[in-house]
């Protein structure tokens, strides 16, 4: 088993920036790619991005440039630099990790971009 703990959601303007963390305990040894996803009012839960245990990194298209994705494996966290962020990134964030092909869920944070 593997719990998730996110952090760092809040309000913040168009422009701005927020640094989301989730920090991963429990069998944290079998744990491979870290990743975050984001849910909007009435829509589907999407890949934002994701970071494997070797570094190999993938993100969405929608946020190339702005967001950057990494992980302190020491610490066994993955961070999401969000830099600026527009109302179109408001969404519900959660953390995904894969672990001995198993996924586990964090129970998300909310990002509000204001106009």
């Known amino acids: 088993q593997v719990q998730l703990v996110e952090s760092g959601g809040g309000l913040v303007q168009a422009g701005g920036s927020l640094r989301l963390s989730c920090a991963a305990s429990?069998?944290?040894?079998?744990?491979?790619?870290m990743a975050w996803f984001r849910q909007a009012p009435g829509k589907q839960r999407e890949l934002v991005a994701a970071?494997?245990?070797?570094?190999?990194?993938n993100y969405a298209d929608s946020v190339k440039g702005r967001f950057t994705i990494s992980r302190d494996n020491a610490k066994n966290t993955v961070y999401l630099q969000m830099n600026f962020l527009e109302p179109e990134d408001t969404a519900v964030y959660y953390c995904?990790?894969?672990?001995?092909?198993?996924?586990?869920w964090g129970r998300g944070t909310q990002v509000t971009v204001s106009s």
């Open positions: 995904r990790v894969t672990a001995a092909s198993l996924f586990y």
């Open positions: 429990g069998s944290i040894f079998s744990i491979n790619t």
């Open positions: 970071i494997t245990r070797g570094g190999s990194i």
